[in-house]
């Protein structure tokens, strides 16, 4: 727990220990924290008020860790869910009120899904990192409000499918990198036709490549 005289502090580098837990008072006192850096630890669970008061905060990395995205629960299934491990991570509740968070770094854990509306609150995200996860499916409200999102990195994953709504609404989007995944290159082309990028660029060197490879 940081105290009181830490409320100056707008910098926390906390990275590669053996921080397993994150309490709701672990950063209560930082109110003027701008950059928070946890990644490398074993972080499995995260109070939902953890970051309710870091309402400064531009910069998360939890990279390196080893928690999943759930869905929001209600206090009953906690109840009922007591002895069960996917009660211990971290769901939607956990990014609310960080109005000023431009950048989310979630890669390298065992996420293997993301339920709709987790980002909802993060309106002025610009870069979000969800490479070298678990995940398999991304439904049509994953990325919901994301509206000043410029970087989505979704590499790495085990992707099978992508609604085809799913990035319409990310309108200032500029880079989506979508390599190492599980996408037949005809899935992806047609995908991308509901996708608009101002670079091109980048999602068409992807698909050449997928094209190449899946010719040799």
Same mark, same amino acid.
């Given at each position: 727990?940081?105290?009181?005289?830490?409320?100056?502090?707008?910098?926390?580098?906390?990275?590669? /220990?053996? %921080?397993?837990?994150?309490?709701? /008072?672990? &950063?209560?006192?930082?109110? !003027?924290?701008? @950059?928070?850096?946890?990644?490398?630890?074993?972080?499995?669970?995260? $109070?939902?008020?953890? &970051?309710?008061?870091?309402?400064? @905060?531009?910069?998360?990395?939890? !990279?390196?860790?080893r928690f999943d995205l759930v869905?929001?629960?209600?206090?009953?299934?906690?109840?009922?869910?007591?002895?069960?491990?996917?009660?211990l991570e971290i769901n939607a509740?956990?990014?609310?009120?960080?109005?000023?968070?431009?950048?989310?770094?979630?890669?390298? #854990?065992? =996420?293997?899904?993301?339920?709709?509306?987790?980002?909802?609150? %993060?309106?002025?995200?610009?870069?979000?990192?969800?490479?070298? #996860?678990?995940?398999?499916? =991304?439904? $049509?409200?994953? &990325?919901?409000?994301? @509206? !000043?999102?410029?970087?989505?990195?979704?590499?790495?994953?085990?992707?099978?499918?992508? $609604?085809?709504?799913?990035?319409?609404?990310?309108?200032?989007?500029?880079?989506? $990198?979508?390599?190492?995944?599980?996408?037949?290159?005809?899935?992806?082309?047609?995908?991308?036709?509901?996708?608009?990028?101002?670079?091109?660029?980048? =999602?068409?060197?992807?698909?050449?490549?997928?094209?190449?490879?899946? *010719? *040799?």
């Amino acid at each position: 727990v940081f105290n009181r005289f830490l409320n100056r502090l707008e910098v926390l580098l906390f990275h590669n /220990n053996r %921080l397993v837990r994150i309490n709701e /008072n672990t &950063f209560e006192n930082l109110i !003027s924290l701008r @950059v928070l850096n946890i990644y490398g630890n074993r972080i499995q669970e995260i $109070d939902e008020n953890a &970051f309710v008061r870091m309402r400064k @905060v531009e910069k998360i990395n939890l !990279s390196f860790n080893r928690f999943d995205l759930v869905h929001v629960k209600t206090t009953t299934d906690a109840a009922a869910a007591t002895n069960n491990d996917e009660w211990l991570e971290i769901n939607a509740n956990h990014f609310r009120n960080l109005a000023n968070l431009r950048e989310l770094n979630l890669s390298y #854990n065992q =996420i293997k899904s993301i339920p709709n509306e987790t980002f909802a609150d %993060l309106y002025n995200l610009v870069l979000l990192d969800l490479s070298n #996860n678990l995940i398999e499916e =991304i439904r $049509d409200g994953a &990325f919901k409000n994301l @509206v !000043s999102l410029v970087s989505l990195d979704l590499k790495n994953n085990l992707i099978q499918s992508i $609604d085809k709504l799913t990035f319409q609404s990310l309108k200032s989007l500029v880079k989506l $990198d979508l390599n190492g995944n599980k996408m037949k290159p005809k899935y992806l082309l047609n995908l991308m036709k509901n996708v608009t990028l101002r670079q091109t660029s980048v =999602i068409d060197d992807i698909i050449a490549y997928d094209l190449e490879i899946s *010719q *040799q």
